[in-house]
């Protein structure tokens, strides 16, 4: 009787990463709105910017994009794999990846998310190299390297940790 109660308030707390969700949203928003302003900095400077701080202003565009796409994906597969399944059957205009990606899809996405926005913030350093020191430069590519090679291991450890999987079951 108190493991089945147990049981039945583990189940349920998964419903407290609801409100986490619900916060993301509204992280969401902010990017939104951050992106709107990036967009009009950029039409209020379009004709007097040189061309590397268009670009910049630009890559700081495509930052915000990740961001939020990374927040997204968060959304709908975190709450997708923890929390309740969403009936993507029922809505025509679901993206195809949200009901196929489970946790181990989900970290690699992250992650490789993580790196593409970490090459973006490297390329805008390397492009205001003249108001950088040696050092900064420095860590943003070790930052980046660290980040890549994080990746690398964690996708061989999940190839390695599929193939063994699989293994262990074509022996049952």
Do not use: C
Request: aromatic share 8%; net charge negative.
């Amino acid at each position: 009787m108190i493991a089945r109660f147990l049981e039945k308030v583990l189940f349920a707390s998964r419903w407290l990463l609801a409100p986490l969700y619900l916060a993301l949203i509204v992280a969401l928003v902010a990017v939104v709105v951050k992106a709107a302003q990036q967009v009009w900095e950029i039409g209020a400077h379009l004709l007097t910017a040189s061309e590397s701080d268009t670009i910049l202003a630009l890559l700081g565009l495509v930052d915000l994009t990740l961001t939020g796409s990374l927040v997204v994906l968060v959304i709908f597969s975190g709450y997708e794999n923890f929390v309740s399944p969403v009936d993507a059957a029922e809505r025509g205009n679901s993206p195809a990846w949200m009901s196929k990606i489970d946790f181990s899809g989900l970290k690699l996405k992250l992650l490789s998310s993580i790196v593409a926005i970490s090459a973006i913030e490297l390329l805008r350093a390397f492009m205001e190299v003249h108001d950088m020191s040696d050092r900064d430069l420095r860590w943003y590519v070790v930052i980046q390297l660290v980040f890549v090679t994080s990746g690398l291991i964690m996708a061989l450890t999940d190839r390695f940790g599929a193939d063994h999987a699989t293994s262990e079951a074509d022996r049952v």
